[in-house]
């Protein structure tokens, strides 16, 4: 069996009962980063055999893995923080289990982007989580275009540029940071594209940041009917009828005059 076991993000004492137990006997553990998890396995005492696991070697590993799965052996995987496979190795892993009829669960506990989503005062449904932020491309177009909330992680020395990127493209648009979390200094910071940058400049930030984008309420008077439709149904893959559906309730108007507009 295969466990895949959800470790604190920050505060350890937010591990479960369950998690503690699995890992004290399993045969082996799986651990993204051994530094990070022998953190937790001193402090509760577990003295389980374990080894590395990471996106640089999870597909040397994996065969002997899934070997060891086939015959018997009981072994968990855990992330540096966290619930494992968010942003984290793990994923062909449990593709080959499925493949090869072995038998995986999963433990739940702490998740960052969830625990910042409940925080962050934004919708929580629907949202989605786009992981890292790529270095290039035109991305950010395409999530200030997303129905709901959208959750990404994003590194301390790049987080000034983007939250800038965002308010050339919509300085009204709601953002949450959220930083620490469960920790002693845990910090939620809310507010416009310039608010933020405003608070930035007067805090460094360290660490893992959460950042929230919200929901997108109304967008760039300069684009027409049929450039917000179509960019919809680019970025969305919305039908047309759900494009001028959607573009209706951003612009804020009647969708016969969406319709009507534009030769739509």
Do not use: W
């Not at 923080?81 to 038998?103: E, M, Q, S, V, Y």
């Amino acid at each position: 069996m295969l466990y895949l076991v959800s470790t604190p993000i920050g505060n350890l004492e937010d591990v479960t009962i369950r998690a503690l137990e699995v890992l004290k006997e399993v045969d082996l553990i799986l651990c993204e980063d051994t530094r990070r998890s022998l953190t937790l396995f001193r402090k509760y005492q577990i003295d389980t055999p374990y080894q590395s696991f990471h996106k640089f070697n999870e597909q040397k590993k994996e065969e002997v893995i899934i070997e060891m799965l086939a015959d018997g052996k009981n072994i968990a995987l855990v992330s540096d923080a966290g619930t494992p496979l968010i942003n984290d190795p793990g994923f062909n892993l449990i593709k080959h289990c499925r493949k090869k009829n072995i038998k995986f669960t999963a433990i739940p506990g702490p998740c960052s982007v969830i625990d910042a989503l409940v925080m962050s005062g934004l919708a929580t449904s629907p949202f989605q989580f786009v992981g890292f932020l790529p270095k290039k491309g035109n991305f950010l177009n395409k999530l200030l275009y997303y129905p709901g909330t959208t959750i990404a992680f994003e590194s301390p020395n790049r987080l000034k540029a983007t939250i800038n990127d965002i308010n050339k493209l919509d300085p009204k648009r709601e953002i949450v940071i959220a930083r620490e979390l469960t920790k002693k200094f845990e910090e939620i910071i809310s507010g416009t594209p310039s608010e933020i940058l405003l608070f930035l400049e007067k805090q460094k930030q360290l660490g893992e940041i959460v950042l929230l984008i919200g929901e997108n309420k109304s967008y760039s008077k300069n684009e027409s009917d049929s450039e917000v439709i179509k960019a919809l149904q680019e970025y969305l893959g919305l039908s047309t009828k759900d494009a001028i559906k959607y573009a209706a309730k951003i612009l804020n108007k009647p969708k016969r005059e969406i319709y009507q507009s534009e030769n739509c």
